[in-house]
T-cell receptor, first 111, second 115 residues
Framework: ETGVTQSPTHLIKTRGQQVTLRCSSQ?????VSWYQQALGQGPQFIFQYYREEENGRGNFPPRFSGLQFPNYSSELNVNALELDDSALYLC??????????FGPGTRLTVL | AQKVTQAQTEISVVEKEDVTLDCVYETRDTTYYLFWYKQPPSGELVFLIR??????QNEISGRYSWNFQKSTSSFNFTITASQVVDSAVYFCALSVKAAGNKLTFGGGTRVLVKP
């Protein structure tokens, strides 16, 4: 059984640029959640996708957007990057109300 | 709204000592789940345990044990006879049934086990 994978592992961008992060969910899971973890803090919920529809959103501005594909993989897009967007971005897959399994994360640095 | 507080930011112990991590949560929902995750330096969150709000029975798994007390809204985690491999950041988290499985995390406690 393949676990949750994320790409890329690391990414460096400059302010104002746009970035796309990718997540492949675990086999059999139809829900993907994204979290942002700033240095030294706990993860913060960004949003969740279930069957290609957004299913809940945390306190993040609209420049954070996402997609889920028919194979349940997902993308997180961030436009107009700011310095504070520098963080570890974690993806988790699960059944709709089940246990969340996390990927290794993508570390984004905004200069 | 939900809130999870981990008052201890960092704990340092010598190998074989016991270490207890505190977690206090806030929610108005009556049906909720509590979690502990381990985050080693690699960054991936590793699931350790899930308890639901109707099950206050304490649990032991090897060197790990958990103490859930609804009366004090606490879900504490003890590592017995700590080992160097236990060095990591540990997060307590909460989800409520009404919000699906969205997790609210505490700030984490860094555990450093010295040989």
């Amino acid at each position: 059984e393949t676990g949750v994978t994320q790409s890329p592992t690391h990414l460096i961008k400059t302010r104002g640029q746009q970035v796309t992060l990718r997540c492949s969910s675990q086999s059999g899971h139809n829900t993907v959640s994204w979290y942002q973890q700033a240095l030294g803090q706990g993860p913060q919920f960004i949003f969740q996708y279930y069957r290609e529809e957004e299913n809940g959103r945390g306190n993040f501005p609209p420049r954070f957007s996402g997609l889920q594909f028919p194979n349940y993989s997902s993308e997180l897009n961030v436009n107009a990057l700011e310095l504070d967007d520098s963080a570890l971005y974690l993806c988790a897959s699960s059944p709709i109300r089940g246990e969340q399994f996390f990927g290794p994360g993508t570390r984004l640095t905004v200069l | 709204a939900q809130k999870v507080t981990q008052a201890q930011t960092e704990i340092s112990v010598v190998e074989k000592e016991d270490v207890t991590l505190d977690c206090v949560y806030e929610t108005r929902d009556t049906t909720y789940y509590l979690f502990w995750y381990k985050q080693p330096p690699s960054g991936e969150l590793v699931f350790l345990i899930r308890r639901n709000s109707f099950d206050e029975q304490n649990e032991i798994s090897g060197r790990y044990s958990w103490n859930f007390q609804k009366s004090t809204s606490s879900f504490n985690f003890t590592i017995t006879a700590s080992q160097v491999v236990d060095s990591a950041v540990y997060f307590c988290a909460l989800s409520v049934k009404a919000a699906g499985n969205k997790l609210t995390f505490g700030g984490g406690t860094r555990v450093l086990v010295k040989p």
